[in-house]
């Protein structure tokens, strides 16, 4: 059996380290092209100096500091859409950017140059993702930061 990355649903060959993508570098979009138009799901994080940011939940702190997790048919559009809403408060409808709209204390503590995305390509996008999102609650008892319950 793989070793399980995360705790949460995943396994390392599905989720190389390498996959992690910072979202406000400048090439960022031109390394996700390649996502362009296909489906999967994503999980956003918040590094500082290249360090996970851990999160309180109600069962245990979650050390990796996930925030969000979301699932798109088409990957490339959905995160430009989270980046755009995270930075410039732009009119697309991300959950991600709505948190930072409504809650300046979420800009502080995890400012959008240190969000991270994490990919993976699944034509079930909605079924991955909420089984990461399930797999989460389990283990933390609720479901990450920026998603709703």
Do not use: T
């Amino acid at each position: 059996m793989a070793k399980r990355l995360f705790n949460f649903g995943l396994d390392k060959k599905d989720l190389p380290e390498s996959e992690f993508v910072k979202l406000l570098n400048p090439h960022v979009f031109g390394d996700l092209v390649k996502f362009s138009g296909h489906p999967g799901a994503y999980k956003v994080f918040s590094f500082k100096n290249g360090v996970y940011k851990p999160i309180r939940r109600a069962y245990a702190i979650d050390r990796q500091g996930l925030l969000y997790v979301g699932g798109a048919k088409d990957i490339y559009k959905r995160l430009y859409e989270c980046l755009w809403m995270s930075i410039y408060n732009s009119p697309h409808r991300h959950p991600v950017g709505q948190h930072y709209r409504r809650f300046s204390q979420a800009k502080k503590l995890f400012p959008p140059d240190s969000l991270y995305v994490c990919i993976i390509p699944d034509e079930r996008y909605l079924k991955r993702e909420r089984e990461i999102k399930d797999e989460y609650e389990l283990i933390y008892g609720e479901y990450p930061f920026m998603n709703k319950n």
